[in-house]
């Protein structure tokens, strides 16, 4: 449509070769385009606009003669008149057009028609007209009309503005501030910031800049907008810059600052000296703070840190506007959040002191009890169950997640959930709802992900599927990587606190607040209405329907209560809500509160005096119930009413609901355009996420990825000339083995077996609670919602759509293209296994199903290799191909390895885009909702009422904001959370009504912390009445018969009195009480899902009497049953349809009855325990509830003695119910028929007494057929007419007497049914049913008769009935057909006699198509498997061919010709040398390749080359034979040079390091081990890097033995046997290993004096015994040993040569008593041997033998000794040492996780060959998880890594800052530390770690010295570059480096340079030193400045860094992100406070 409604010019140029449509659909969309010009504006068509139009009509009439034209002349003249080159304003004038035919005019045609003007106005800017209207418009309007001219608006700001058309800038900021004004925060933003990005800013600049310099009257009037009001100009420009900053201070110092700084500043001064122009005071200080705001723009940020450094007084810490509304780890484990208590008495000090309280209390209410569960998960996380919170382990990520709404993630929950996801009853459960807050963790609660519940639906359940919404993850973050998460869901409902949270932080709700005066200074004395003047006049409608008139502020004139109909205090409180703008009003059960709140409502809607057309009045209540219900009763005085929400169960108010209201409206391009948009977007996400997912289960084609891979290219280069389709599957499917058909049908029958899932349903309850779960879903509910108006104009744009969203979906996957599908090959392999059968079930030969078998079988194979290939799909291919290689030997893994890595970066890519989708899509929800906001603006503002629930006015603050009602009533106020309500009142409330009862229930809150201590729960409404505020109470109840008000009057209320209508209820029927309190001692369940509770017996009685009452002939909305606990609500919900009564009987939990009544109240209390304990059976509110609801009668159940003794009022309760007679153990039933009969009930037993609900009377009533009534007494059906008779029909039916009716007499008579014989009109008899006449038309004789056909002459036999005409013959037909088979069909003389139309469905006779084995006779497989009327298929039977060129031999399709492919045989041809050619049969035969050896000429030497080339001098280069010469290398040492460096030397071409590594010379340096080195001056690099130690190593173990494995391995467990052996048994285990002492009794030491009785490895309760052995040698002369020791073979007289001798070779004394050691054949005496085990070794380690040093451990004399030297010190050292299981896993894993961490921080370093060799070297060494290393193997792997990384953070950094000089010397760095380190990963000696540190130490100078090199390579300075010649040498120098000549070199190149930044170690080391702390203790910030750590060095809290302002420290020894050790600084390796400070690998490099 052209703008306005215009059609002119945008319809002129629609008949051209752009529009290729025929001439009607054109010329009706032009007619039907037409709009009225708008009103208001006098627009006087001009005649040049007519003119147009005749030429227009003039077209019209040319086009109906031309239908299909594609050029239009008419439009060539359009465009050439010049008559319209200097349209601007005239372009937009409306006019009219000849008639118009309205049954033409489609929908479809004006959309197209639309569209097209779209695309053709889109190329010229928008014109001056409609940008004038469109900036006079509201703010809403702007957005909208904008959006639908997006293009041409877009267009009109980037176009350079004429001098004629300077009032565009005008119009164009005036357009700004208004939309400014919108509360559309989203759709304002975007319009600014699109702006912005135009050229808009420049001209705009241009425009101020000539501004002053407008001289003449003719230019000013081309610019009147601004000369003639130049104040609003400025305004309007002071307006845009201000918006600016605040949404985006950046974007406005990026774009607007010179606009801001300098252009408009030099503007108002030549203003003000050229035209005298002077910008107001006020507007002046605008400017200067806007100025002063760019200059500043992290002023924010420092006011922030100053709050923070400012805590006293008890202020908060931080803004509450700076907390998130979600909740962060660091606040879950916090103990005490800031907090402080509501005020309750008294006021506020200001709206910011309001606003912080109630926002933190109301967010602590949400995150409190979660922070007590996550603490007692930290705490015992094995635990069950948890308070606040529910724990499910074993959570993963599985997949992204989109439906028609929602974008977030599918969370998989473990296994072991599925028998609570079966037991629970999803209807009533609060698990998972939609919203619930949930938290994922893997690092045991120190991080959390936060999200939220997207969907609760049964189908995700029963998979282990939850959708969930991450809100804090990041876009480079991947959650799906298989990681196990514990996901901890929130009990506190989440979604309510989140929109009123997000509702007080926003920074314009102070402005917006009303009503501050009361809420927050308490003002007592409520003012008048502002809208009220003192002759402010009201008519009313008194009782007697006579109209009053009476002026409001006036008392007198006021009409009288009972004229009013009302009671006295009715009329108080009615006089209150009417002439105070703050109304509170309290009303008792009862007392009509609900229905003065509806009369108020009548009152001011009939007179209160704002626009019939405008919002006048907003109502809110808290339960979704209350408000349809207040709604509802203000139908009869207006329709024009809405209803917000999606919850109403309220069919009356169906057509009011917002949802239908806006279909009425949904005529917005904007809005409409939005809708479209997200719809397309969610529906391309789903497609693109489902297909993503489908890729997983095919193969990609060759050509999608190669365009990702170029790897992948080589296989198209390989197979180039084959004709292969897609090279990349052949490759993978190759040599594909075809399985047997049986098989295949096998496993296929096997497949197709498949269990059948068993899904619970659950039946709708009629108990729906509106707010059991307390809130409005927020849905997009018109996604996909269609009124009946909204119809035709979906039609339009449906087709169109379509298109779009195919396109639109499947833009991303147009290069993704698949070869092989397992899903269709599978359907594929279904459908010819069908075909298969039938076939064979047909009888069908072999050879014709041999095709079928083949395909099949092929198939089959495919899928069978791609679901084997699937489980490599984690390998890591072992190399890559190449172009020369025969990728035909590539072994099938690892073609599939190398396939799954190319679809992975495919799918990389892929997914990238996906998640920016998602992205994409949350930005466009917001933009629809807030678009939708504008249509439901559009209905609201028209509708006089709008009612909503308390959370949905939090969840559509912006709209009401927008419709501002004035009056705002709020019913059950008493019961909403004072936040709730504050954030449904705008600053346009002038009068807000409150209506509660704070003495009923009251808020709820979920932190019962909150509630003791911090009154959350007391409410607006009861602070306001504790204070005192003007308020009324209303004081007569019209409800509650007297006897059930005596309960709460006057224990509660005091003055509650009763109105006369209730003392006239009749009694309840079938009971002698109308009250009663039923009291018992049954005992109460707990919950298993919840901290509810159930009381069964209870239940069942509660029940019991239910279904009596109901008896009664009450009907089931008179009576309601009570639950005080949810628990036994579902109970007795799930045991009611056992009860035949109770179906549509309301069951429901006390909570959610308030407001509501019934005529009788079933009351089931639930609590008796124990403990006594009754919960919030003992607040004064509930109880007031639970008794205030009957009007009739009362049943109460419960123990009356455990309330009476926890509660006060409950005994004031009983003494009530005692004086009634209504409280006992026994209640008492009452018959109706039959009074004198009373059935006393004590259980549920009871009531079978009463089974009819009267007694075990016989009902003695006559029915109408005389008999008695068959039933006991019943109450029910008193007149009988639904029992009916039971009785046998005695009535007539026949006229046979022995035909009887055969039914009860209840039930009607019908005809006779018994069979007799009749005959029949024909002469037959057949058997009929007695009422049948044998002549009816429709009985049809059954009898069979032949007769013969007269077409055909056949004979048929037939039934009687049939008539010849209708009978078709059925004897076969003989004829032969042309293709020799025989027709199959009946006899068919009239119906295609000669076979004409036939066809031939029996096997094809003939040979397949294309078939050339020349068969005869049995064709076999090359027979056609088709029928024979179908085209015969090609002979694909593979047979063996001769090729005509090479003769070859190949197996191809028969019809297949053999020559046409090429011949990819291997050739057999030699070549002119003699070799084979290697090439293939079709290649040219080339040169031979052949390797044979040749002499070079240069040096005579031999050289291996290919038989082709012939050596030349430069081959001399590549020649390694040693020669003869010795040649002195720089190392002094004399080397032997291969023939190519040799020749380098000559040449003077060799380098150094080239030399020295020739050099065999040993090294011979003493190693730190002790050794000498073995290896050779070139393998030691000069001695740089030694070689590891080759020499043994002979430590002595702490075992005693010695190690007997090479320096340089880390030494193991020794593997010798252990030792340690007793008289019981031996230790078994190797020696390293630590012993397990003997536990077997009794001890061995014993002898004739005494003997120990403890076990064996217990020290022995006897010292060993020193007396003379008695016993005598073999010799015969005495032992010299000791009494129970082993006797030494020692006796000086018989063997003196062999007598022992001690340590100095002199023989022992005659009266030594000698020891024989049992470890070693060694004697000594006990003296020595004492003093020997009893002296204390330097080390720890077992005493040995000083001859021979064998371990002494068995020598019993020894033994306690011996054992507590292992329990104490041997033992626990080799633990230590080699580690515990527990130990040495937990050192792995963090090895495992330090490896990972390490790749993630060197992703530049990963791209370094050699450093990834080295890491992928480690990672493979403990990437298999080896069990059996060692503590010390794994601590040499830690050193092995950090090495790696201090490589790795060099070369980084190199890297990093793009350093080009030293680049070789850098690499070679790497390549020769990676290369040692990978060589000795076993163990890195001390040695070597120190000769490693020296080399990092030289790369990071190589570092520092090129960056100096950069920044000097053009100096030509000789000081420069002699310095620089120095440097080198001390850097890069071939010898040991020397750091301190390193850095002294570099330090004077710096200052010659005049460089800064290189820190001398000395200098380092001083400020280290001047601190004074140990190592460990130094940190740097993400800006690389230093700082220290004091205390234990552990980071415990946030700061900012004093040089940059960076983000420093950190928490709980957690440093913030970017922040890390600086070892630099001290030489340390780790910081101070970590375990690993101590240990070994904490080397020092420096």
């Not at 029915?1263 to 007494?1273: A, F, T, V, Y």
Request: proline content about 5%; charged content about 25%; some cysteine.
């Amino acid at each position: 449509m052209g703008d306005n409604g215009d059609p002119g010019p945008s319809r002129r140029g629609r008949g051209g070769s752009g529009n290729r449509r025929p001439w009607h659909r054109q010329h009706l969309g032009r007619i039907r385009g037409v709009s009225p010009p708008a009103k208001g504006h006098n627009r006087s068509p001009s005649p040049e606009p007519y003119g147009h139009l005749k030429r227009n009509q003039q077209r019209d009439e040319h086009s109906r003669r031309r239908s299909f034209s594609h050029t239009s002349p008419s439009r060539k003249r359009f465009k050439a008149d010049p008559r319209l080159k200097d349209e601007s304003h005239d372009m937009e004038e409306p006019f009219k057009y000849p008639r118009q035919h309205p049954r033409n005019c489609s929908f479809r045609s004006k959309h197209n028609l639309q569209r097209n003007d779209r695309h053709y106005n889109a190329d010229r800017p928008m014109g001056f007209k409609m940008l004038e209207e469109i900036s006079r418009s509201e703010s809403t309007t702007i957005i909208e009309k904008i959006n639908q001219q997006k293009k041409r608006f877009m267009h009109l700001l980037n176009t350079p503005v004429d001098k004629k058309k300077n009032d565009v800038f005008a119009l164009v900021l005036e357009l700004v501030t208004n939309v400014w004004n919108s509360s559309f925060e989203e759709s304002k933003k975007l319009l600014l910031l699109e702006l912005c990005n135009t050229k808009f800013i420049d001209h705009l600049q241009l425009y101020l800049m000539q501004l002053p310099y407008t001289m003449s009257p003719e230019d000013k009037f081309f610019n009147k907008y601004y000369w003639t009001r130049e104040k609003e100009f400025w305004s309007h420009f002071i307006s845009f810059c201000e918006c600016l900053i605040t949404v985006s201070p950046s974007t406005a110092v990026q774009k607007c600052r010179a606009l801001i700084e300098a252009t408009s500043k030099s503007c108002l001064e030549g203003l003000k000296e050229k035209q005298g122009f002077e910008l107001p005071e006020e507007y002046t200080a605008r400017v200067t703070n806007i100025r002063d705001s760019i200059k500043v723009c992290n002023e924010g940020e420092k006011q922030v840190q100053k709050r923070r450094k400012t805590n006293e007084n008890d202020q908060p810490p931080e803004s509450f506007r700076e907390l998130s509304v979600l909740p962060s780890g660091a606040e879950l484990l916090e103990r005490r959040p800031f907090l402080r208590p509501n005020v309750v008495e008294g006021a506020y000090a200001d709206v910011e002191h309001y606003l912080d309280v109630q926002f933190r209390l109301l967010r602590e209410d949400c995150f409190g009890p979660l922070r007590e569960g996550i603490h007692q998960y930290i705490e015992e996380p094995k635990k069950r169950k948890y308070d606040h919170i529910r724990v499910y382990r074993n959570v993963k990520f599985l997949e992204p997640y989109v439906s028609n709404q929602k974008v977030g993630s599918i969370v998989l929950l473990d296994e072991g959930i599925m028998k609570m996801i079966n037991k629970v009853n999803w209807a009533h459960s609060k698990r998972f709802l939609f919203g619930s807050l949930v938290l994922f963790t893997k690092d045991h609660c120190k991080s959390f992900l936060v999200g939220t519940i997207l969907e609760r639906d049964e189908k995700f359940l029963r998979k282990r599927q939850l959708p969930v919404n991450i809100v804090n993850l990041t876009m480079d973050s991947n959650m799906y990587n298989d990681d196990a998460y514990i996901m901890i869901e929130c009990e506190v409902y989440f979604e309510p606190y989140y929109h009123v949270l997000k509702a007080l932080q926003d920074p314009s709700f102070p402005e917006h607040l009303s009503m501050s005066k009361y809420i927050i200074d308490l003002q007592k004395v409520p003012e008048k209405p502002a809208y009220l003047t003192p002759d402010t006049v009201y008519k009313v409608q008194t009782k007697h329907d006579f109209r009053k008139v009476f002026t409001v502020l006036q008392d007198d004139t006021w009409p009288s209560d009972v004229e009013l109909g009302l009671n006295s205090t009715q009329y108080e409180a009615y006089k209150l809500a009417l002439t105070h703008e703050y109304a509170v009003i309290q009303g008792p059960p009862g007392t009509g509160k609900t229905f003065l709140g509806v009369k108020v409502a009548e009152t001011l809607l009939r007179n209160a005096p704002f626009p019939k057309d405008k919002c006048c009045m907003l109502v809110i209540c808290y339960t979704n119930h209350a408000l349809d219900q207040f709604l509802e009763a203000l139908l009869p005085l207006t329709h024009s009413l809405a209803r917000i929400g999606g919850r109403s169960r309220n069919e009356t108010l169906h057509q009011f609901n917002i949802n239908s209201l806006r279909s009425t409206q949904i005529n917005s391009g904007y809005y409409h355009e939005r809708r479209i948009d997200l719809k397309m977007q969610i529906n391309a996400l789903e497609y693109e996420k489902s297909r993503a997912d489908e890729l997983y289960s095919e193969v990609l084609s060759y050509k999608t990825v190669a365009a990702y891979n170029e790897e992948c290219k080589i296989l198209e280069i390989f197979y180039r000339g084959s004709g292969i389709k897609d090279t990349l599957k052949h490759w993978l499917f190759e040599e594909v083995d075809d399985i047997d058909i049986e098989q295949a049908l096998l496993e296929q029958e096997i497949g197709n077996v498949v269990p059948e899932e068993q899904y619970a349903s659950v039946d709708a309850d009629i108990d729906t609670d509106y707010d059991i779960f307390g809130r409005d879903e927020l849905f997009f509910d018109d996604l996909d919602y269609v009124e009946e108006g909204e119809i035709r104009k979906d039609d339009e744009i449906r087709k169109d759509d379509d298109v779009i969203r195919r396109d639109e979906n499947r833009k991303e996957f147009i290069n993704i293209t698949t070869s092989f599908s397992l899903p269709d090959n599978e359907r594929e392999i279904k459908t010819l296994i069908r075909k298969y059968q039938d076939l064979q079930n047909q009888g069908c030969p072999r050879h014709v199903l041999r095709e079928l078998d083949e395909e099949i079988c092929h198939l089959h194979s495919e899928v069978k290799r791609f679901k084997d290939m699937l489980v490599y799909h984690s390998r890591t291919p072992r190399f890559p191909i190449t172009e020369e290689q025969d990728l035909t030997s590539v072994p099938l893994v690892e073609r599939w390895a190398l396939y799954f890595k190319w679809a992975d970066v495919v799918m990389d890519d892929v997914k990238k885009k996906i998640k920016t989708k998602e992205v994409n899509l949350q930005s466009s929800a917001v933009a629809y909702e807030e678009a939708r906001m504008m249509v439901d603006l559009a209905v609201l503002k028209k509708t006089r009422v709008v009612g909503m629930t308390t959370s949905g006015a939090a969840r559509l603050r912006k709209l009401l904001v927008a419709i501002a009602p004035p009056i705002v009533v709020v019913e059950e106020a008493a019961e909403v959370l004072e936040s709730h309500i504050v954030t449904s009142l705008t600053k346009s409330c002038q009068h807000l009504i409150l209506i509660g009862d704070h003495q009923q229930l009251r808020p709820s809150a979920a932190y019962l912390r909150l509630a003791r201590h911090y009154q959350l729960e007391v409410s607006l409404f009861e602070r306001m009445i504790r204070n005192g505020v003007h308020s009324r109470r209303l004081g007569v109840q019209h409800r509650m018969r007297p006897e059930i008000a005596a309960l709460v009057s006057p224990i509660i209320y005091s003055d509650l009195q009763n109105h006369r209508s209730v003392e006239d209820f009749p009694p309840v029927r079938g009971v002698a009480h109308n009250l009663f309190f039923f009291s018992h001692d049954y005992r109460e369940q707990s919950e298993d899902d919840s901290s509810s509770r159930t009381n069964s017996q209870e239940a069942d009685l509660v029940l019991r009497l239910a279904n009596y009452l109901m008896q009664q002939d009450y009907a089931p909305e008179e009576v309601t049953i009570l639950a005080a606990y949810s628990g036994q609500m579902f109970y007795m919900r799930k045991q009611r349809p056992y009860y035949a009564n109770l179906s549509n009987v309301k069951i429901t939990v006390l909570d959610n009855y308030q407001g509501e009544e019934s005529k009788i109240i079933l009351l089931s209390l639930v609590r008796n325990n124990d403990n006594d304990s009754i919960g919030f059976l003992g607040t004064e509110n509930r109880i007031c509830v639970a008794l205030s609801r009957a009007r009739e009668g009362l049943f109460i159940f419960g123990n009356i003695e455990l309330l009476k003794g926890k509660s006060v009022l409950w005994t004031n309760i009983a003494t009530t119910l005692e004086s009634n007679g209504s409280l006992g153990t026994t209640l008492r039933l009452r018959c109706e028929n039959h009074s004198e009969e009373i059935t006393m009930i004590t259980s549920v037993d009871d009531f079978n007494k009463v089974p009819e609900g009267g007694c075990l009377l016989n009902c003695k009533y006559n029915l109408p057929c005389g008999h008695p009534c068959p039933r006991i007494c019943h109450t029910y059906d008193l007149v009988h007419e639904i029992i009916q008779c039971t009785k046998t029909c005695e009535r007539k039916i026949c006229e046979r007497e022995d035909h009887k009716c055969p039914f009860k007499c209840a039930k009607k008579c019908q005809p006779c049914q018994q069979l007799v014989n009749k005959a029949l009109p024909c002469g037959h008899n057949m058997t009929l049913k007695c009422f049948m006449d044998p002549s009816d038309p429709y009985i049809r004789c059954l009898e069979s008769v032949t007769v013969t056909l007269p077409d055909c002459g056949h004979e048929f036999v037939g039934e009687c009935y049939m008539m010849i005409s209708d009978v078709r013959c059925q004897e076969k037909c003989t004829n032969r057909l042309n293709c020799g088979h025989v027709c199959l069909r009946k006899c068919h003389v009239n119906n295609d006699p000669d076979h004409e139309r036939y066809i031939c469905r029996k096997p094809c006779p003939k040979v397949k198509e294309g078939c050339t084995a020349n068969l005869d006779g049995d064709f076999g497989e090359h027979k056609c498997p088709r029928l024979c009327w179908e085209e015969c298929v090609q002979c694909y039977v593979r047979i063996v061919k001769k090729r005509s060129d090479c003769g070859h031999l190949k197996k191809v399709p028969c019809c297949k010709d053999v020559n046409a492919d090429p011949c990819r045989e291997k050739c057999s041809r030699s070549l002119p040398c003699g070799h084979h050619c290697k090439n293939l049969c079709f290649e040219k035969c080339g040169d031979c390749k052949e390797m044979v050896t040749k002499t070079i000429p240069s040096c005579n030497h031999e050289i291996k080359i290919e038989c082709e080339k012939e050596p030349t001098p430069d081959h001399q280069s590549k020649c390694t034979k040693i020669t003869d010469d010795n040649y002195e290398a720089p190392c002094g040492h004399k080397v032997r040079l291969p023939c190519n460096v040799h020749h380098a030397v000559q040449t003077g071409t060799a380098s150094v390091a080239k030399i020295l590594s020739y050099c065999k010379a040993p090294c011979g340096a003493l190693l730190r081990c002790g050794h000498v080195c073995g290896g050779s001056c070139a393998g030691c690099r000069q001695g740089r890097l030694h070689q590891p130690c080759a020499a043994r190593c002979h430590q002595l173990n702490i075992c005693g033995h010695r190690c007997e494995e090479s320096c340089n391995q880390v030494c193991p467990p020794c593997r010798r046997s252990c030792a340690v052996r007793c008289p019981h048994s031996t230790c078994g285990r190797p020696c390293g290993a630590p012993c397990t002492p003997c536990t077997e009794t009794p001890c061995g030491r014993s002898c004739e004096h005494s003997s120990c009785k403890r076990t064996c490895g217990a020290p022995c309760d006897r010292a060993p015994c020193s007396v003379a052995c008695p016993l005598s040698l073999a010799c015969g002369h005495p032992c010299r040993g000791l009494c129970g020791e082993p006797c030494p073979p020692a006796c000086r007289l018989c063997d003196p040569e062999g007598f022992p001798t001690d340590l100095l070779g002199d023989p022992y004394e005659d009266d030594a008593k000698l020891i024989q050691l049992q470890d070693c054949p060694h004697m000594f005496d006990v003296d020595t041997l004492d003093t020997l085990m009893k002296c204390e070794n330097e080390t720890i380690r077992i005493k040995t033998c000083p001859w021979c040093r064998e371990p002494i451990i068995n020598t019993y004399r020894y033994k306690d000794m011996v054992n507590q030297l292992l329990k104490n010190d041997i033992n626990p050292i080799k633990e230590k040492v080699y580690g515990t299981e527990r130990q040495r896993s937990t050192m792995l894993k963090e090895l495992l996780v330090k490896v990972i961490h390490v790749v993630k921080n060197q992703k530049l370093a990963m791209g370094n060959r050699h450093w990834e060799s080295a890491y992928k070297a480690l990672r493979n060494a403990v990437g298999k998880g080896n069990k059996r290393l060692s503590v010390l193997h794994l601590d040499m792997y830690h050193t092995y890594l950090d090495l790696l990384d201090n490589v790795g953070q060099y070369y980084t950094k190199y890297i990093a800052e793009n350093l080009t000089e030293l680049k070789p010397e850098m690499q070679g760095q790497v390549i020769m530390i990676c290369r040692v380190l990978v060589a000795s990963k076993q163990k890195i000696s001390q040695q070597q770690q120190a000769d490693i540190g020296k080399e990092l130490k030289r790369m990071n100078s190589i570092v520092q010295l090129a960056k100096i090199l950069g920044l000097s390579k053009n100096a030509t300075n000789p000081e420069v570059l002699e310095m620089t010649k120095t440097a080198k040498e001390a850097v890069l120098t071939w010898t040991v480096y020397d750091e301190e000549k390193a850095v002294k070199c570099l330090k004077k190149l710096e200052k010659v340079v005049d460089l800064s930044g290189i820190a001398s170690k000395e200098e380092r080391a001083m400020v280290v030193r001047a601190i004074g702390l140990k190592a460990g203790h130094w940190y740097k910030c993400p800006n690389g400045h230093f700082y220290c750590i004091g205390e234990c060095g552990g980071a415990m809290q946030l700061s900012r860094c004093p040089d940059c302002g960076g983000a420093i420290g950190g928490q709980r020894h957690t440093l913030t992100a970017g922040n890390q050790h600086a070892r630099e600084m001290d030489g340390s390796r780790f910081a101070a406070w970590s375990t690993e400070a101590n240990n070994m690998a904490n080397f020092q490099l420096d």
